[in-house]
């Protein structure tokens, strides 16, 4: 039996509660007790990042400094020539413990791990090494890309899907890379697999206006009307971006109970737009241009502001369930992301003495988090009553060294 004692933590509600005690036996909440004095500490539950690259680490601060006239489509260039050099599973694994590393820095406990690379077991022991819970999300790509990102068709994918070996605290799950790289028939085929093994669906849906422009031209619907029709759309299925929306594509994804995905700082990067979240928030870092999910939750408030000349469409509760609950439930560990008896034991521990939190009364800590706090607020990670980072330090990664030396290779 491991005790933590928190002088704050939030249980779901609007304030959190203060004086909270957490029992943890066997890697699950055994009990929560709350009223009883602590250490200086808020606690929150382990963050899901919904949508993670993890080799576009790489790119950090090479693509972001935007040339003139740069898009979506001329960053994707410099993806794709990093991903030709990526051909090493030794180099990715490093690549990824790494990045990982620096995801459980930030209080991330669990990563959807989005993976058009296909360097499947490299992913998933990068994971366990960084000591963060994974949802392999092995995406289907049959046209365009690059060769090392295609499979034959839907049967190939299968195939080499259904023989991952996850283990502990790793979980499999589908993923339709976008309609551009998957047609409607392979679509239903990957919506059905995952369907008869209860795997939760993700796919790019409507992240540009080009994007909607081709698939309506060459399907005569838009790639949210191209998922639903393939059956890929229900409460299993996250979209990913949906920021150019039709009315008719946020009420399919409403009704069917999906998640939206939003990685608002990839989407700023790349100048996608700023989307309204038709359906269940997550959030992704998506192409790693920063690692804090703090940033990426108020934005989706902040953007909207600047957006509609409208403060408040969404509560720091709400945004920190996005960051939380949604985002375990979307990855296929419902019941996850909360602090509740019989929950996995999986906290964070923010620091309230730092320079950015300090001063916020108890009654306003949580919007001081969700609207100042960064990554490095984190000082204690739990994973599975597991701690994997301590006073602000990852117990087994040098995540900065690793950092360093593996991208510095691969950027000579
Ligand atoms: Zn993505």
Same mark, same amino acid.
């Given at each position: 039996m491991t005790t933590f004692w928190c002088e704050l933590a939030w249980l779901g509600g609007d304030e959190p509660e203060p004086g909270v005690v957490i029992e943890i036996e066997g890697g699950e909440i055994a009990s929560v007790g709350s009223g009883i004095g602590a250490p200086p500490a808020g606690v929150i539950p382990g963050l899901a990042n919904a949508h993670s690259h993890a080799f576009q680490r790489a790119l950090r601060g090479r693509t972001e400094g935007a040339t003139r006239d740069g898009s979506f489509w001329t960053w994707r260039e410099q993806m794709y020539a990093l991903a030709e050099r990526l051909t090493d599973p030794e180099t990715m694994r490093r690549l990824?413990?790494?990045?990982?590393?620096?995801?459980?820095?930030?209080?991330?406990?669990?990563?959807?791990?989005?993976?058009?690379?296909?360097?499947?077991?490299?992913?998933?022991?990068?994971?366990?090494?960084?000591?963060?819970?994974?949802?392999?999300?092995?995406?289907?790509?049959?046209?365009?890309?690059?060769?090392?990102?295609?499979?034959? *068709? !839907? &049967? %190939?994918?299968?195939?080499?899907?259904?023989?991952? @070996?996850?283990?502990?605290?790793?979980? $499999? +799950?589908?993923?339709?890379?976008?309609?551009?790289?998957?047609?409607?028939?392979?679509?239903?085929?990957?919506?059905?697999?995952?369907?008869?093994?209860?795997?939760?669906?993700?796919?790019?849906?409507?992240?540009?206006?080009?994007?909607?422009?081709?698939?309506?031209?060459?399907?005569?619907?838009?790639?949210?009307?191209?998922?639903?029709?393939?059956?890929?759309?229900?409460?299993?299925?996250?979209?990913?971006?949906?920021?150019?929306?039709?009315?008719?594509?946020?009420?399919?994804?409403? *009704? !069917? &109970? %999906?998640?939206?995905?939003?990685?608002?700082?990839? @989407?700023?990067?790349?100048?996608?737009? $700023? +989307?309204?979240?038709?359906?269940?928030?997550?959030?992704?870092?998506?192409?790693?241009?920063?690692?804090?999910?703090?940033?990426?939750?108020?934005?989706?408030?902040?953007?909207?502001?600047?957006?509609?000349?409208?403060?408040?469409?969404?509560?720091?509760?709400?945004?920190?369930?996005?960051?939380?609950?949604n985002g375990y439930e979307s990855l296929g560990w419902p019941g996850g992301g909360v602090i509740r008896r019989g929950a996995p034991a999986d906290l964070v521990a923010v620091r309230r003495t730092g320079v950015r939190l300090a001063g916020a009364p108890a009654s306003d800590a949580l919007p001081a988090l969700v609207f100042a706090g960064t990554a490095p607020d984190v000082s204690d990670v739990v994973v599975g009553g597991r701690v994997i980072v301590r006073d602000g330090t990852h117990v087994s990664v040098d995540v900065v060294g690793e950092l360093q030396a593996v991208i510095g290779e691969l950027s000579r």
């Amino acid at each position: 039996m491991t005790t933590f004692w928190c002088e704050l933590a939030w249980l779901g509600g609007d304030e959190p509660e203060p004086g909270v005690v957490i029992e943890i036996e066997g890697g699950e909440i055994a009990s929560v007790g709350s009223g009883i004095g602590a250490p200086p500490a808020g606690v929150i539950p382990g963050l899901a990042n919904a949508h993670s690259h993890a080799f576009q680490r790489a790119l950090r601060g090479r693509t972001e400094g935007a040339t003139r006239d740069g898009s979506f489509w001329t960053w994707r260039e410099q993806m794709y020539a990093l991903a030709e050099r990526l051909t090493d599973p030794e180099t990715m694994r490093r690549l990824a413990r790494a990045t990982f590393g620096e995801m459980a820095l930030a209080g991330i406990t669990l990563v959807g791990e989005f993976d058009y690379v296909h360097h499947s077991s490299a992913m998933i022991e990068a994971a366990r090494e960084a000591g963060i819970r994974m949802t392999l999300l092995d995406a289907c790509y049959l046209e365009g890309g690059l060769p090392s990102f295609r499979d034959r *068709d !839907a &049967g %190939a994918w299968a195939e080499r899907v259904g023989a991952i @070996e996850a283990g502990d605290g790793v979980r $499999i +799950g589908a993923a339709i890379h976008s309609v551009r790289a998957v047609d409607p028939r392979s679509a239903a085929a990957v919506a059905r697999f995952a369907a008869e093994r209860g795997w939760v669906v993700h796919a790019h849906v409507s992240e540009q206006v080009r994007e909607n422009e081709e698939c309506v031209a060459r399907y005569g619907a838009t790639p949210t009307g191209v998922m639903a029709a393939a059956g890929a759309v229900s409460d299993r299925f996250t979209a990913v971006h949906a920021t150019h929306m039709t009315d008719e594509d946020a009420a399919a994804l409403l *009704d !069917a &109970g %999906a998640f939206v995905c939003m990685c608002p700082t990839t @989407e700023r990067d790349l100048a996608d737009g $700023i +989307g309204t979240v038709p359906g269940r928030l997550t959030l992704g870092s998506d192409s790693q241009s920063v690692i804090d999910l703090f940033e990426e939750a108020r934005a989706v408030e902040l953007d909207q502001r600047l957006a509609t000349g409208i403060r408040g469409r969404w509560s720091a509760a709400e945004l920190l369930t996005g960051a939380t609950a949604n985002g375990y439930e979307s990855l296929g560990w419902p019941g996850g992301g909360v602090i509740r008896r019989g929950a996995p034991a999986d906290l964070v521990a923010v620091r309230r003495t730092g320079v950015r939190l300090a001063g916020a009364p108890a009654s306003d800590a949580l919007p001081a988090l969700v609207f100042a706090g960064t990554a490095p607020d984190v000082s204690d990670v739990v994973v599975g009553g597991r701690v994997i980072v301590r006073d602000g330090t990852h117990v087994s990664v040098d995540v900065v060294g690793e950092l360093q030396a593996v991208i510095g290779e691969l950027s000579r």
